[in-house]
């Protein structure tokens, strides 16, 4: 069955303090993999995709890395406006194309 | 200048209503889709129309019912609401089918009493 797991469910760092998230995934015929902010009561925002293994994607203080079981988002010295839940999804391939989500991480910033 | 915007952003009504989402897209965007978030925050798609045609339709109660008038806009309806039907649900467009970039509305919290 097509799964996405992401880990840990919540995350409290320092600001300042460096960490990654993890997004692991079991799908038959990956097209694509993506990340998505979500802020409370808003809808997801796009930050990246990633389409093979090895291939990295950057902005900001966040750098996305995929492999072929999973992706990591790192956050780099983090900021409280980083707080925000972290949603991954993949996309499968054929012809509808949908995606399929993680239930996210909760990323809490201290200042 | 909202790229995607749902109306109501609130919507509180008892068992047995129907009710109606409205969203609109000024992206100029082929493809637009309806998804469910639960409490505990698990995004699933329901809908997804490209250009007017349904392109995805997965297992929803067919008390559910999505229109789009034109490729701007995407309606859904429910009828005879359920309390499990209570759930933020969210309209997004991206410019064409399979698009990895989706935009999404701000979100409609459906409250069923």
């Known amino acids: 069955e097509d799964q996405v797991t992401q880990s840990p469910e919540a995350l409290r760092l320092q600001e300042g303090e460096s960490s990654s998230l993890n997004c692991s995934y079991t799908v038959s015929g990956l097209r694509g993999l993506f990340w998505y902010r979500q802020d409370p009561g808003k809808g997801p925002e796009f930050l990246f995709t990633l389409y093979s293994a090895g291939e990295e994607k950057e902005k900001e203080r966040l750098k996305a890395t995929l492999t072929k079981k999973e992706s990591f988002l790192h956050i780099t010295a983090p900021k409280p406006e980083d707080s925000a839940t972290y949603l991954c999804?993949?996309?499968?391939?054929?012809?509808?194309?949908?995606?399929?989500w993680g239930l996210g991480t909760s990323l809490a910033v201290n200042p | 200048d909202t790229a995607v915007s749902q109306t109501p952003k609130y919507l509180v009504t008892q068992m047995g209503n129907d009710k109606s989402i409205k969203c609109e897209q000024n992206?100029?965007?082929?493809?637009m889709y309806w998804y469910k978030q639960d409490s505990k925050k698990f995004l699933k798609i329901m809908f997804s129309y490209n250009n007017k045609e349904l392109i995805i339709n997965e297992t929803v109660p067919n008390r559910f019912s999505p229109k789009s008038p034109d490729k701007a806009h995407l309606n859904l309806h429910i009828n005879s609401l359920e309390l499990g039907d209570s759930a933020v649900y969210f309209c997004?467009?991206?410019?064409?089918?399979?698009?990895?970039?989706?935009?999404f509305g701000q979100g409609t919290r459906l409250t069923v009493v």
């Open positions: 992206l100029g965007h082929d493809t």
């Open positions: 999804a993949v996309q499968k391939s054929g012809n509808n194309r949908k995606l399929i």
């Open positions: 997004a467009s991206s410019l064409r089918k399979g698009d990895t970039e989706a935009f």
